[in-house]
T-cell receptor, first 114, second 112 residues
Framework: SAVISQKPSRDICQRGTSLTIQCQVD?????MFWYRQQPGQSLTLIAT?????????ESGFVIDKFPISRPNLTFSTLTVSNMSPEDSSIYLC???????????FGPGTRLTVL | GENVEQHPSTLSVQEGDSAVIKCTYS??????FPWYKQELGKGPQLIID?????GEKKDQRIAVTLNKTAKHFSLHITETQPEDSAVYFC???????????FGKGNQVVVIP
């Protein structure tokens, strides 16, 4: 398995501002993903964070709104830009281990936009 | 793309009874099916998974069964305890760390 931490664990932000969320893993992993979980809802994949290249975004998500960095194999950031109340969600990173199909999730960042 | 449906949306059981949650999937190429448990305020925790080359997998009080022909898989929790109360998500993928498609989740409530 993998130990995943996220910072911040929660935040309350004003409309129009941006927040950068960090995801740190205790071991090198090939695959890192970012998900959004709206209140009481399921998990929706935002993008796959690729090390050394641009992230791969899912339909409905764009780089200008959710820029992602992946500078190495243990760390990634997701920025939620120009926030509106509709961005209030839990943002989760997950990692995939090389030898299995398994994905492990971080504890999440609970974002409230006023 | 893959569509995963999960039933029922809410399940209440008496402590000690069994709970069963069923998921159906649409993509016949899917071959990896994990189950996650999410407690309030926490991230999803992998509790069990199954690959398409087996029909059943068990880990203590938890088991998962897979019917590839009917394209459905189920989570079975026996001898339920209050700490089993959580939201359970099923997911499906084509494996190889391809994207996971999640169901909408089941709220399981174990009544002491």
């Amino acid at each position: 398995s993998a130990v995943i931490s996220q910072k911040p664990s929660r935040d309350i932000c004003q409309r129009g501002t941006s927040l950068t969320i960090q995801c740190q893993v205790d071991s090198q992993v090939t695959m890192m993903f970012w998900y959004r979980q709206q209140p009481g809802q399921s998990l929706t994949l935002i993008a796959t964070a690729n090390q050394g290249s641009e992230a791969t975004y899912e339909s409905g998500f764009v780089i200008d709104k959710f820029p992602i960095s992946r500078p190495n194999l243990t760390f990634s950031t997701l920025t939620v830009s120009n926030m509106s109340p509709e961005d209030s969600s839990i943002y989760l990173c997950s990692v995939g281990l090389d030898s299995t199909d398994t994905q492990y999730f971080g504890p999440g960042t609970r974002l409230t936009v006023l | 793309g893959e569509n995963v449906e999960q039933h029922p949306s809410t399940l209440s059981v008496q402590e000690g009874d069994s709970a069963v949650i069923k998921c159906t999937y649409s993509d016949s190429a899917s071959n990896y099916f994990p189950w996650y448990k999410q407690e309030l305020g926490k991230g999803p925790q992998l509790i069990i998974d199954i690959r398409s080359n087996v029909g059943e997998k068990k880990d203590q009080r938890i088991a998962v069964t897979l019917n590839k022909t009917a394209k459905h898989f189920s989570l079975h929790i026996t001898e339920t305890q209050p700490e089993d109360s959580a939201v359970y998500f099923c997911a499906a993928s084509r494996g190889g760390n391809n994207r996971l498609a999640f169901g909408k989740g089941n709220q399981v409530v174990v009544i002491p």
